[in-house]
C-alpha cells in the first residue's frame, strides 16, 4: 500500500479518540483480506496477510512445503526454488513464499476501511455494554423523552431504553425532558447495542436511594436489612447500626428530616416509615407495625407467626387502610402477623374460660357416675 503510513496515522487517531486498539484493528483487517485472497487464488488455507505495524505495507505470502518433486505448486515449493527466499531451509521446512497480487493495494484500502467501519460500532457497542452492565443493579438519571402508549421511551445518556408499564408506579406521571431515577434490573447484549430493563417500582430503587443519601450507609456504619414496599403508597424499612453510638434510624432521617426527604421528593411523595431492625422477632415485629403502639407480641419463631395485641384506639392504625400496615410489617419481617385489639383478646380470653367451665373432664365424670351408682 502506497498510503501504509496514513493507515496508521488514522489507526492512532482512532485508537486514541475511541479507545480501540491499534493491533486489534490490524489483526481484523489481516484476518479480512486473507479471506480476500479467496477470489485471487481459489483457495486461502496456506495464505496469511502481515500488515506492518510501523510502516502499514502490507504482504501477501503462502506457506509451502520444501520437498523433492512437486506435486501440488499451491502448497508445496522445490528446494531449489526454496533456497532462493532462504538459504538455509531444507526438505521438510515451511517457507513463506510472497504472492502479494499487483493490485492487491487497492483491495486491502477497501477492506482496511470496512474493517475499521465495522471494528468501531463493535467495540462501541462492546464499550457501551459494558458501562451500563456496571450499572446493573444500581440506579441511572434518565431524561423523559415522550409517552409511546402506555410506555416511556427514557434517554440514558449514549442509550435509549423504556420504562414499561408493569414497572411504573401508578401515581407517578412525567413530562418530557424531566430527569428521574430509575433502578437497573437487567442489561442484556444485542447485536443493536445494550438493551436495559429499568424500574420505577422495585423496592431495590428505595434502598439505593437511602445509599446515596445517607453516608452512613454508604460507609457501612449503617446497614438496610430488610425492605418492603407499595410503589407510590408506602414503603417500610428496617436498619441497624454496626457502631453502639450511630443512631440508625436518625441517621436515615437526618436533620429536619432532609435525608428521608430528599428520597420521598424523588419518590413523589410517597411514604417512608424507618423502624429499628432487631434479631428478637417480637422486638422487631413491634417495630415494623410502626406508628401502632403496641400492647404485647407472642411470636414463633418455627412457624414464623405473631400474635400482636394493641390497644382499642391503635386498631386501626396498626391494620392500616386496607390492611396496608399489617401487610407491609408482615413483609418486611417474614412473619404471618395476626392483630387484635385489647378488647378483642380480653373477650375471646373470657370465651374460652367459659367454654373450659362447660366441658367437664371425661375422667372426672366417669367418677361422678360411678359415686352415683354406689349411693
Known sequence: MNNGHELIEALNQIEKEKGISKDILLEAMENSLVAACKNEYGKADNIRVNIDRETGNVVVYAEKEVVEEVEDPVLQISLANARLNDIKCDLGDI?????????FGRIAAQKAKQVVVQKIREEERK???????????????GIVQRYSGRNISINLGKVDTVLTEAEQVKTEHFEPTERIKLYVVEVK????????????????????????EVTEIYAGIVEICSIAREAGSRTKIAVRSTNPEVDPVGACVGVNGSRVGAV???????????????????????????PAKVVSVKANAEEKTASVIVPDYQLSLAIGKEGQNARLAARLTGYKI????????????????IVEDEIMPEDLAE?????????
Not at 517457507?95 to 493490485?103: A, L, W
Not at 464499550?127 to 438519571?141: A, G, H, R, W
Not at 423496592?203 to 446515596?212: A, D, G, M
Open 367 to 375: 367418677d361422678m357416675e360411678i359415686q352415683d351408682v354406689e349411693e
Open 264 to 290: 420521598v421528593d424523588e419518590l413523589r411523595g410517597e411514604k417512608i416509615d424507618i423502624v429499628n431492625w432487631s434479631e428478637d422477632p417480637a422486638a422487631f415485629i413491634e417495630n415494623a407495625l410502626s
Open 338 to 353: 395476626d392483630i387484635k385489639s385489647e378488647s378483642q383478646a380480653y373477650d375471646e380470653a373470657e370465651a374460652e374460660e
Open 189 to 212: 447484549d444485542t447485536t443493536k447495542g445494550p438493551k436495559i430493563t429499568v424500574s420505577r417500582t422495585h423496592p431495590e430503587l428505595v434502598k439505593r436511594l437511602f445509599e446515596y
Open 95 to 103: 517457507v513463506h513464499v510472497e504472492v502479494t497480487p499487483r493490485n
Open 127 to 141: 464499550s457501551l455494554y459494558q458501562q451500563y452492565f456496571d450499572k446493573e443493579k444500581d440506579i441511572v438519571t
